[in-house]
């Protein structure tokens, strides 16, 4: 991909495909605004709730999911604790945890705000890469092997854990699975809508959050693992 997001971790997909089976307009942009906010597709209940509520774009229903997230701890407490291990590969440590729990935001602002952390502090992707061997072979890489991912576009833990788990199953490089993966079909004019959104999620740097290769968008740590067909959005982490 010739730009990648600066920053993501498990796999959100939110892919274009003929407008005759899609659903509503309005539809596909509560499922996409919970995929980014929650890292999880709404619920029939949740969808029809928010179909009550007016013609709402992504970038409003976005605004609204973050003043619930910080209206309700336990659902920040959630997403604060699932951005750690989806983008490091650990639990939270009880100092990070005290830093971030007073600022609560979305799952996308979290992970984008995880691979800045890492792209600023590159020795530190050594550990990423390291516990995603572990938990797949059972073993630290090789010296060659830690190189050759370091030489790679950085991505989340989750990301390099599906390549990795996906090699492992069908010697394949620079694959990670779909496997359970949530994700939402839209048509192309609503995912430019999406990916405006998402870009204006974070302030600093927004327009090199989208990576766009002709049809594809990556967002927050998809890194370069994702296979381009030309007509998918990959964001913010995944598997529910």
Known sequence: ?????????????????????AQTEQEQRIQSSYILAFNKKATPDELNFWKTQGNLSVAQLLAKHKEWIK?????????????????????????????????????????????????KNPSLYDNVIIESYKRVFGKPPITAELNYWKGQTKCSFIWLFRAHSQYASTQRRNVASMTGVAYVRVTPAMLAEVRSAAAGMVAAGGGNLIGNDGGTMVAAGAGNLVGNDGASMVAAGGGN
């Not at 991909?1 to 407008?19: A, D, E």
């Not at 699932?82 to 990070?96: K, L, M």
């Not at 830093?99 to 691979?115: A, D, G, K, V, W």
Request: hydrophobic letters at 40%.
């Open 71 to 119: 209206k309700t701890p336990s659902l920040w407490d959630g997403i604060l604790r699932t951005s750690y291990t989806d983008a490091f590969g650990r639990t939270i440590q009880d100092g990070e945890y005290k830093f971030h729990i007073q600022y609560p935001r979305t799952y996308l602002e979290m992970m984008n705000s995880h691979m800045d952390y890492l792209n």
């Open 1 to 21: 991909m010739k730009k990648i997001v600066s920053v993501v971790l498990l796999m959100l997909t939110i892919s274009v495909f003929h407008p005759s089976f």
